[in-house]
């Protein structure tokens, strides 16, 4: 079963997401700052991790890097409430795509989960 | 009356000494010849009668001797021959008479015998004795008588004769004295009444007429050349007084001669008309008087009065000034009068200063209020000459170079001012052509930031001073702000909600709408979960779709979704224009983005509360397949947003004309050139003086609060500025407003701020 990593510091956001994403099935773990997620990431292991990009204490963008230290194949999506948001040039050269950043609030979620698998596959290979 | 009698005196006293002397001569003269005349005549009397007694005496030596009487009588005769001879005596020794000889007619009186001398003089005659000697031994004498009386007689004629001849002589003397005396005493006498004419006419001009070369000639000369030298410096005197005079009374101060007895001793005319002193008070010569009726102009009479007794004690120069009512200032120079060493009293000479002393005081305080007004002037002002050295230097440029003014001054101005440096060009033309050289927002970099200067450089050409006035305007805070302005006026126009709080609303979206999401999933969702909840609550999913959908649970959720997407869409919409647009320069078509804005505008919520848009009647006038158009579409929509929200305000204001309904005339056309777009309200329109100032930063007439006034300006700042159009307005009061933007198809950037 794939193991999700979901960071948000919005608590309705991050329910909907772990509910919606239980739902379909993935095993869902929830936590509301990048640096819990480093420390969880230090003990088990996850396939994806969805990212809000504005985060109390360290953000986003800068979690994915650190976590990308700790466990290499990790997965990410980035979810982020500004239209502007464009992916820091470090993200690009770790091969984040267009496709991996959402704009909150995500109206069709079934897109998120087509990414997730998307995601998940690669970290397979 | 006492020079003539002076003068008679003189010409009597003349004649007189001169007949004097003459008379004197004469007289003296005569009696000498006279007396020495008689004296002769007598002595040759007395030889004449001894030599004629000697020879008698020897004739007769015989007879005597022989005592012979005839002879001797005899002898005696011969007297006769001559006839003065009038008695003649032969004597014996013993005295006895011998012979005798007696002349007709003679009588004879009793003679005296001459004395040892031989002879005696009587008046009328004169007797001889005359011893006869023989062998030495006397023997008889003769004693001659001669007759004087005739002598006598001539004598006594003589002396009448001679005395009228004297006295003729006097006469004659005398009227030649009077004549001639007057080749002497004329000119003395004209030199005295010269003398005294000038001296009674005081006319020193007249001479006094010279006669001859003698010394009265010379005194004449003396005295006419003294009177020239008196004449010479009376004039001189008289032209001095009048000099004076005229000096005194020519100059423009009042002056006052008070003498050493503290009377009035001269004053001008001035000095009556400055103090106004009425002809009574002068006329007493009383300096008290005079000071009571001065002093009740002065401001402070008693400090006056107390200077004034001090002055008069003093010798010494004073030079103060006295205030007088209405605002008037005397200066006062007073100084003491010497003469001789002496003072004898004191000159005391009055201006009228108060205009000077106001001309002064305002050229002062112009001076100063001018280097006030420039030293507080926000900007760098330096003058400079044609070789760009500073002669003024204001503290503005001061405090800004931390150069003082006095070590400016000289030196050249582009190394007081770096930024210059690079504008010598400018100086140069502005000093040469005598151009005004302005430059906007000239881009500067100093060591930390860029910098922006706006630089005006007007030539100087007044009173032959040539050069040029820089000023320097640090205008990096002005540039800022216009850009902010821009980017603030953005998230004002969209509602009044900041491009923060947009993004801030994307989290609770999310909150509901994925929320949503999984409500719908796990109500509707094929899902194993919800089986497996199901079950265990024992109900058949298959019910609960048929609840739901008879519910219309299913619509209701999307009805919330499509809200929540409407809601994500203005967010969008609201974070555009909340970006900080550097340069997105791209064609767009005006009509849409026009159509955009209307929607925008019309989902507006902060909009919509005050006028609804669905109530404005729209109405397109598009020319088809318009140009597009390069610019940056969220600025001008921006201007769009602008435009229709101030024609809504327009045409919902209470006194808007309510006799039609809210109609917007949107207009897009086109030329070679330029789209042109047109928004047209019909609300209650502007006056004149309104519309001419519309785009001017913070012109409104709206409330606090309701408008900033700076939408237009804005509007006209992205147009002109950003994108090198134009926008104007068309309107008059109470028959809406036509606000018309013109665009160049092509991009011409005009220069902000480089
Ligand atoms: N369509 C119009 N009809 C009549 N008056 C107008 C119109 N548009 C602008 N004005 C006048 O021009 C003024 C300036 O407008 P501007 O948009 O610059 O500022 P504002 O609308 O007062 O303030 P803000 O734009 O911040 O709401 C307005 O106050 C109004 O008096
Ligand atoms: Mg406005």
């Known amino acids: 079963m794939t193991r999700l990593l979901i960071i948000d510091d919005d608590l309705s956001v991050r329910q909907s997401f772990s509910r919606y994403l239980t739902d379909m099935e993935f095993e869902v773990v929830a936590v509301s700052s990048a640096e819990e997620g480093l420390a969880l990431l230090a003990h088990e292991s996850f396939q994806v991790a969805v990212v809000d990009v504005r985060l109390p204490g360290m953000d986003g963008d800068i979690f994915i890097p650190q976590a990308h230290e700790i466990q290499p194949l990790l997965g990410y999506i980035l979810v982020t409430g500004s239209a502007s948001y464009q992916p820091s040039a470090s993200l690009v050269k770790m091969g984040m795509q267009p496709s991996q950043v959402f704009r909150k609030p995500i109206l069709e979620m079934e897109s998120l989960v087509v990414a997730i698998n998307k995601v998940a596959a690669r970290g397979k290979e | ?754």
């Open chain 2, 1 to 754: 009356m006492s020079a003539n009698v002076r003068k008679t005196s003189i010409r009597k006293r003349l004649v007189g000494l001169i007949m004097l002397i003459c008379t004197v001569a004469i007289l003296l003269a005569c009696s000498a010849f006279f007396s020495y005349s008689w004296l002769n005549l007598r002595s040759r009397q007395v030889r004449d009668l001894s030599t004629h007694a000697a020879l008698m005496a020897s004739t007769c030596q015989v007879a005597l001797a022989f005592d012979d009487a005839v002879d001797g009588s005899e002898a005696l005769t011969s007297l006769q021959a001559t006839p003065t001879t009038a008695y003649g005596l032969l004597m014996r020794p013993d005295g006895s008479s011998f012979a005798e000889y007696r002349r007709l007619g003679f009588a004879l009186s009793p003679q005296a015998r001459p004395d040892e001398t031989g002879f005696r003089f009587d008046s009328d005659w004169l007797v001889v004795e005359k011893a006869i000697l023989l062998n030495g031994e006397k023997i008889g004498s003769v004693f001659l008588q001669s007759d004087l009386s005739e002598l006598t007689a001539f004598y006594q004629q003589s002396a009448i004769t001679i005395f009228i001849i004297i006295v003729a002589v006097l006469l004659i003397i005398y009227v030649l004295t009077l004549r001639l005396q007057g080749v002497i005493s004329t000119p003395i006498a004209q030199l005295a009444q010269t003398a005294s004419q000038i001296s009674g006419a005081k006319d020193y001009s007249t001479r006094a007429q010279k006669h001859a070369n003698d010394e009265i000639g010379e005194l004449t000369d003396a005295f006419n050349d003294m009177l020239e030298q008196i004449e010479k410096r009376d004039q001189a005197l008289r032209q001095g007084a009048e000099l004076l005079r005229a000096t005194f009374e020519s100059t423009g101060d009042g002056l006052l001669v008070i003498d050493a007895t503290g009377k009035i001793a001269e004053y001008n005319d001035n000095f009556v008309k400055m103090w106004q002193i009425s002809e009574d008070v002068l006329a007493t010569g009383d300096i008290n008087k005079m000071i009571a009726s001065v002093s009740r102009e002065v401001l402070d009479p008693g400090g006056f009065k107390q200077k004034i007794e001090q002055l008069t004690q003093s010798d010494s120069e004073s030079i103060d000034e006295i205030t007088l009512k209405g605002d008037r200032v005397f200066e006062r120079v007073s100084c003491p009068l010497i003469m001789d060493g002496r003072a004898t009293g004191r000159v005391s000479s009055f201006r009228d200063v108060s205009e000077s002393k106001k001309a002064a005081h305002e050229l002062n305080s112009l001076r100063s209020l001018l280097s006030n007004v420039i030293d507080s002037m926000p900007s760098i002002i330096a003058s400079i000459d044609t070789e760009h050295r500073v002669l003024l230097w204001n503290r503005e440029a001061a405090i800004l170079t931390g150069v003082s003014p006095e070590q400016a001054k000289g030196r050249k101005l582009p190394s007081l001012l770096p930024q210059m440096s690079q504008q010598l060009e400018r100086l140069q033309e502005a000093i040469a052509q005598r151009n005004p050289q302005f430059k906007r927002a000239l881009p500067v970099e100093s060591d930390d930031q860029n910098r922006f200067w706006d630089l005006t450089i007007y030539p100087l050409v007044s009173n032959g001073v040539e050069g040029a006035v820089v000023r320097m305007d640090d205008v990096t805070e002005r540039v800022r702000i216009e850009e902010m302005m821009i980017q603030s006026e953005k998230m004002l126009s969209v509602g009044g909600l900041a491009a923060g709080m947009a993004h801030e609303l994307n989290n609770p979206l999310a909150g509901i709408l994925q929320n949503v999401q999984v409500l719908r999933n796990r109500l509707l969702g094929d899902l194993r979960a919800n089986q497996a909840a199901a079950n265990a609550c024992g109900i058949d999913l298959t019910a609960i779709a048929d609840y739901a959908a008879k519910r219309d649970l299913p619509q209701t959720i999307d009805t919330i979704l499509s809200s929540g997407k409407r809601a994500v869409r203005i967010i969008e919409n609201m974070l555009n224009f909340s970006q900080k647009s550097d340069d997105h320069f791209a064609a767009h078509d005006l009509a849409k983005l026009l159509d955009d804005t209307l929607e925008l505008a019309a989902n507006d919520y902060d909009m919509k509360k005050k006028y609804d848009f669905r109530k404005i009647e729209i109405a397109r006038h598009y020319q088809a397949d318009t140009p597009k158009v390069m610019c940056e579409s969220v600025k001008i929509q921006q201007v769009f947003l602008n435009l229709l929200k101030n024609g809504a305000q327009a045409m919902t204001a209470n006194n808007a004309p309510r006799r039609a309904r809210p109609r917007f005339d949107l207009r897009v056309s086109a030329d070679q050139e330029l789209v042109q777009v047109e928004v047209e309200d019909n609300g209650v329109g502007m006056d004149v003086d309104c519309a001419k100032r519309v785009f001017e930063p913070f012109f409104t007439t709206k409330e606090v609060g309701v408008g900033t006034g700076l939408g237009l300006s804005i509007s006209y700042f992205i147009i002109t500025e950003n994108h090198g159009g134009t926008i104007t307005v068309e309107t008059q009061p109470g028959k809406g407003a036509r606000f018309i933007v013109r665009l160049p198809q092509r991009r011409q950037l005009r220069e902000v701020a480089s």
